[in-house]
């Protein structure tokens, strides 16, 4: 009985501490931070192969991955984890946990036109992915280039929202055929959202639930319709032991499931039509 009143009081404690993020800050340090450039360039070093091949632009045209091409073609979801490599070897992240995912959809009768025009209309983000994002904003553009603002917010036992900026290159090689590289140039996690006491916390200096968010599109256009690709990459903090069977679920689960809902909202808003016109530059 005794272990009882001392585990549930352990549970207890365990809420209240990641009720608040600001209760049990984080820093993201700068091994942390060169770790993760260092993964990313790696990446984008792989991928700059496949985007000069026409036969292998998608990741589900290389070889053995005839189930996944199927799968899209009945209309599923593909979602697969993926991990980088230096040199045939795993690369460290101190202090930090790199989350990649690759995700497509495929949606019959829509063009890569309509694909880069839903993207591209960042005001309305918020109304395409919410709750996900619950604000979103076009801060500048120049030709392909644009600035946005977002802000996420993310509900699992714990509730986190960020405020974040980023910058995002289109580029379209070939017709029915365009890529783009989102990068986030600045994240803060906000205390008490919404609240009275609304401020965010220092970058780099909080819950460390989203530190770093790079995101891939590729958008081909084949087989009656479009393919939609994302590639995923983000950095968290570690899990704490102590806290593990709270803060684990949240972290190792939500970039899959964000990446998941954002193509289930690109696809359905793609096959509604629900696309507008981008800004002229």
Known sequence: MMSRIRLMGFVVGALVVSAGPTTSAVTLEPHTIAAFDRYIAETERESARSLAQDSGFLWVDAAGREKERVALRAGQLVISRLETKSAGRKIDVPDGVIHHWMGLVFVPGATVDRAVE????????????APSVA??????RDGDTFRMYLRFYTKKVLTVVVNSE???KFSRPAPGRAYSRIVSTRIAEVDDPGGPQEKEMPVGRDGGYLWRLNSNWRFLERDGGTYVQCESITLTRTVPFALAFIIKPFITGIPKETLTFTLERTRDALKAGSTSRPVSP
């Not at 839903?118 to 992915?129: I, K, S």
């Not at 604000?135 to 500048?140: H, P, T, W």
């Open 118 to 129: 839903l993207l591209q209309d960042y005001d309305r983000h918020a109304a395409v992915y």
């Open 135 to 140: 604000r979103s904003k076009l801060i500048a």
């Open 166 to 168: 980023h910058e995002a």
